[in-house]
Structure formats: structure tokens, C-alpha cells
DNA sequence: TTCAGAGTTTCACTGTGCGAAATGTAGCGG
DNA sequence: CCGCTACATTTCGCACAGTGAAACTCTGAA
């Protein structure tokens, strides 16, 4: 089976989408006949193949035989589409800030414990090294990203994160004790921004601001990262108003004013 | 080739499947070595067949090698939801529900032991998270939507539900025992509303109230969420007529009045 | 430059997906 | 009720489509 048809091909998943694109089509639920018909399926492959999709929530199969597109699809959908809308809104505003800072800017999503850092703004003059690469990982105690994920948990899922994960030490000044993390922790709320100093990595330093979703969900932090010496709380305000803007474009309502 | 296995099932479309389950949890692109490991599958076969589904727009491969969930999906799930017949019925019902209230509103539909939320309204106020996104799923007995459903199946199809799931634990308050659903599922019966105190996720709370179509059959959970400190019980005669507007809406006849 | 690891391509092999035929089901009309 | 028709479902022998191992290529780090 040398067939130059065989690159990038296998039969059943063509045959698949097919009989996906056909039920796209339709906008009410279709019969195997029709379905057979349309993809030139024999009819007992067709049915074969709709079983195993309805057995994986692709195709959705109702009692008198007729078939529809399948939840399994939405779900998937939607994940989709959030981590395309994220990363699209947030791209834009990331590179402004970085145009006016001239800092590296990190966009962090929570991945359970950790930070998972997915866009960056590269900087020559950055020393920033290892941790902010994307897809580099880090615990969300000694991030600033991570610790408004804290933030939003409360205090018992902080106090949980700790037990769990023991508050590992990254350097010298990385917080180790649950009493230093629950009081940084009042602090971020209260300021709704965060800072790493020195805490992941030595000799760099990284303010955050929240990036909220339609729903209101904490789904990102926006970090700005820098050298030790050149860091610049003066920053803060600008980096939540990045964060904010980018929360605008996600469809984010602020609370009304209490 | 007659092993039982063989029934309902295509190996080559589980495999994909796998692939595409792998992908969904990752919230980054995945690299060829990791999908092989996560899935089992022989690196050449993973390739293969991620090159099939990026070739259909399923996966989207990067320059640099990487795999993420592609377009298609996005496509197809947007379908899948507009299709949802009740939906734009229910929509506006919901946001004027949302507006009196303030809090997110929730449609939820069944697919068959979980709770599928199809349909949303944003709220800058709530603090929910992962539970109640758009595509998320949750298991009947810790969900107010849930309970409707359980309530309509009758004791003997609750039991079974119970046998078959374990009644899993979300949370300490989540119910776990069949005695307790059971009474439960009474009260849901009696008042036509279902609540959820923190038993899908600690902080959440919710009301609902069941949404029929013109045959009579429950069709949806209609729900209301809020951060538990702002839970009001007061609010469910508000749901419940949201709820039967909707479902008159959809051509649903009530019984007689006895 | 070399080397290691990951990705990509090739190919012999076999078991998996295939279509034809048999069987089952539902609805309709007499 | 029975017979007929159309569609759906199941069965099974077979061959070719999907497979994994090996070879090859590419890339990045030392």
C-alpha cells in the first residue's frame, strides 16, 4: 500500500469527516439512508462508523434512528474557542505595553499548582531567562501570576495548596510558610496586583494583574517581567490597566461600585 | 476479526479520540513525544493520524511542530449549539431573568449521567468558575439542573443511577448516600425547584427549575449560580416562572389544574 | 563539529475495516 | 391479520488499510 494518496490520509477518518460535513449540512437530524447516500458509504459502513462517533459523543444517535451532530463537539468547541480568544485579545494589548515599558510581558495561565506561561513579548534587553519561556511551568506561591490564582481560591484552597505541594523553595527569598503566603495573598486582593521578587528566579522580578473572562473568571495573568535592578513598581497601575483592558475584550463586566 | 471488542468501536477512531481528549486537557500546544506517551500510541501512528485530523482542520499543527485542538471543532460545536432548539428560546427569558437578579443564568441539558451547561449569562458579580463554563460538565446528583432530571426518572432509574455512578464526592457537602438523594429528590418533586449548596464547588450555590418542551418531556435546567454568601432561597418562585415562560414558549401545555 | 533526541518517512506484515448478503424491524395497505 | 416495502442492523470472509519497527532527517546544545 504505497498509494501517493496515503500521505496525510487515512481512509476512515475521511470517511468520518464526511459524514460530518454531511450532517453539518442538515440542519435537523438526518436517517442513515440519506447520510449513505450523500458521503457514498455503503449504508453498513456508514452505520459503523456513526456507532463508533456516537460512542465517543461526536454523533448523537435518537431513538428513531436519525443522526445530529453530538455534544462532544461543543464541549471541545468551546475549549477552542477560549484558548483562541485569550490569546488573540491579549496579544495586541501585550505588545502596546511592551512598546511602552520596553519589558518582556508574560500572559500565565493556571495549569492546577502551577503557572503555565503561553505568550511572551520578547526583549533584548531582558536578563529574563528560563522560567518565563513559553511553556515553562512554575509553582503559583512564587509567581505573581500564580499567587492571584491563590487570591481567587481563599483561604482554604491556599491552605490546601500549601499542605499539598509543601510550598517548595526556587531561591533564598522564595516564600516558604504558609503564614508569609496568606499575608502576601491579603495583600494581592486588596491591590489587585502581585509581585515576584526574586522568588522563582534569582535576579528577576515580575508584577501581575488578573485577566478576567465574561463570566467574571480569573482565567490569566498578565505579568510584566524584569532584571532586579531595573525594577519599577511605578509600573502596577499600567499593568492593571493592561490587564483590564484585555479583560474588557474577553467580555468582562466589572462589578457595579458597592 | 470477531472479537467482541469489534462492537460499537473502530480502533482508529478511538485512537483519535484519545489524541483529541489528550489535547483537551492540555491547555497548551502538545508536542508529538507527550501526545504518544499520554495516549500510548506508537509515535509514528500518533503522527499519522494527527496529520489526518490536521488535514481536516480538527488539529492544528505549528511550525514548530506542536498540536493544539483546531478550527473544525470550533465550527462544528458552534453548530451543535445553535441547533440546540431551545435555546434562542430560552435566551432572552435568561437575560431578563439575569438582569432582575443580577446573578449568572445557567441552561443546562442532560446527556446521561452529567449536566451539560449549553448556555450562559455573563455576570461581572459571580465569582463561579470551571463548573458552570459553557461546555463544562457535572455529575446529576450534585447539581441543582441535575436533580430535575433525577427527579423525573423515578425511584427505580435513581437507584440504578446511584449502583452505576458510586455517587461520587465533589465536595464535603456533596450527597454521597442513597437515602439522602432519595429525600432529596422528593423535595425536588414537591416544589418543582432543585438547589446545589457547594456540592459541585465549594463558594457556588444554586436554584433551578425544570424547562419542558411541547411533549411534556424535561428538556432543560434552567439555573440560577451565585457565590454562597449571597445565596437568597427567595429567588426560586422568580426561576420557577422564568423557567415555565420558557418552556410555554416551546409549546409545553401544563396539566390541569387539580 | 558531534551527538542526542525528536520528528518524519518507508515498508513488510497482518489484523482491522470493508461491503455483500442475510436478517430484523417498522409502517402501511388490503 | 398478513404481505410487502423500505430501511436498519448484524454477520462474516477477505484483502487492503493501518500498523509499528527501522531507517532517515532535522534541530539544538555542548
Known sequence: MTAPEQKNSIQVIERMMRLLDVLSEHPDPVP???????TGLHPSTAH?????????GFVERSDNGVYRLGIRLLE????VKSRISLRDTAMQAMLQLHQKTGESVNLGIRDGDEIVYVER????RSAVRVVHIVGARAPLHVTASGKLFLAEDGPVKVREYARRTGLPRLTSTSIVSLETLEKEIDKVRR??????????ENGVRCIAAGIRDDSGSLVAGLSLSTPSERFNPDLAPIIRDTAE????ALGYVPPIAR
Open 32 to 38: 442513515l439512508k440519506t447520510l449513505a447516500l450523500e
Open 48 to 56: 459503523r462508523i456513526l456507532a463508533a462517533m456516537s460512542a465517543s
Open 76 to 79: 471541545l468547541g468551546s475549549l
Open 121 to 124: 513579548t520578547s526583549s533584548g
Open 191 to 200: 491591590h489587585a496586583v502581585a509581585y515576584d521578587l526574586d522568588e522563582v
Open 245 to 248: 483592558q484585555i479583560s474588557r
